[in-house]
């Protein structure tokens, strides 16, 4: 089972709170986990060893700290009084005040003091002195009522209410640093936030001038067969390790898994994959299936985000050295590589505790948001990551039907009503044809979610990069020895729009 495992990263996004997107299993929230630890653990190394805008960090001096807003809980109807605390953090080290305003969005985990001192949107706030902060989304991390995650009370978790908070956020920051029009906003945001970011400017042209969007899905799709497609371009992508021989073994690796749950033979099945439980029920033979297809997902989702979750490794267990083994049995190495890193002693394919899981309304304030996500793409964005079309390379049992199911389990919404929500969200953002101006979309053409941004010029002002080799929201990440050329092109280029923007406001607004 699979609920849209989006999540973006960064840095911080990571640590920040974009980390996320994607839909999936048990197995690929453990990964987003692990990526969003290992992105803050590279933050704070790099903090410590370059410090904030080349002043070392002094152990004991100044830090953002996580400060609070009080935010109507339903910014549609005044009548309901209720409010909820509204987390956020401001950097204010680089700013001169006739200087600009980034605006960092949160998205479906929490975000910490890293998503105003680390990333390459915090590189820029010190090139242009810019004023740095960052708002958390309402239901995740800790910006949410102690009650909110009931079925009753997850109602007012949408993106237009995201999109109002940062609205009420916009003026609370102008009011609390006396800002004026000269105070030039722009916003970045990466996976989500990343369409959030091009949404706000879309929505609020008059609050923000500009928008950075990252890795954006700005696309929402029931079906999300795309994902996918580019998993099995990128497993098979020379750039970044992959080979044809790769796709073909991981393919004959599902296919030989297929076969042996066609033919019963389950105990096989769950001795050679470690699996915690007994395979009986069928749902938790789509669980096996899912988690297996997770670690490939969640591979090329974050390639080269964490030491040893890289395309490179994945392609060299599936394909390299001799022929002895089969692609099954390479399957099941590739397993209890991903096991023996997490540390885990078996694979729970437990599709009960999975749901258990997601139906769990206690609050955890740091991580991923993991059921709030899902109700997010049962009532706005789908976004299922199937496997149903004949080229994806993983098992058919991963279907858009199991997927549907899980809205009715979890939060009694039928598919039917996720279908219209999906259109309506298309219908009220414009999909990826927005006709707003100012946007900068940034995708990598590794990153499954590239297939539901914007990937060409749209407009003179509505831009697109599309990066030859990196995987989701790779741009935000802070500057480092080993980026690929491409990726420092790209930000180049991020650098230089922004450089443009901000002049661009000077003249306008003198
Ligand atoms: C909030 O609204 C409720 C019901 O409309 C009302 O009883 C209550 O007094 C209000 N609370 C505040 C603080 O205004
Ligand atoms: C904003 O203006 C008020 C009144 O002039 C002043 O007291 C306050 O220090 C100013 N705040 C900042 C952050 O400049
Ligand atoms: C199932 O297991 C039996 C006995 O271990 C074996 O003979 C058979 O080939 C297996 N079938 C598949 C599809 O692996
Ligand atoms: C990406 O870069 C590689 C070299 O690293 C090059 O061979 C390839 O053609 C490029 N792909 C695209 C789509 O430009
Ligand atoms: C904005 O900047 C212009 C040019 O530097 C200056 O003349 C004007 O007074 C500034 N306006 C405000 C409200 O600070």
Redesign the pocket.
Known sequence: MRSALLHCCFALSALSGLLSLGTGGKVFRQIKEQVRWSQELRARKHLQLYGVGGRPLVPGGPWPKAETLWQPLDHFNRQNNLTFPQRFFVNDGFWNPQGPVFLFIGGESSISEYSVLSGHHVEMAQRYNALVVALEHRYYGASINPDGLSQENIRFLSSQQALTDLSSFHLYITQRFNLTRNNTWLCFGGSYPGSLSAWFRLKFPHLVFAAVASSAPVRAQLDFTGYNKVVAESLSNPVVGGSDKCLQAVSAGFH?VD??L??G?LS?LQKDFLCCGSLDLAEDQSELVSNLADIFMGTVQYNRETAGYDIAAVCNLMAGGGEGESSYTRLTHVLKDYLARMALSCLDSSFQNSLAELQDTQINPVGVGERQWVYQTCTEFGYYQTCEDPRCPFSPLLSLRSQLQLCSQVFGISPPSVESAVTFTNEFYGADHPKSSRILFVNGDIDPWHALGVLKDRSRSERAILINGTAHCADMNPTQPQDPPSLTLARQQINKQVGDWLEAARKEFS
Request: no cysteine.
């Open positions: 030989a076969d042996k066609k033919a033979n096989e």
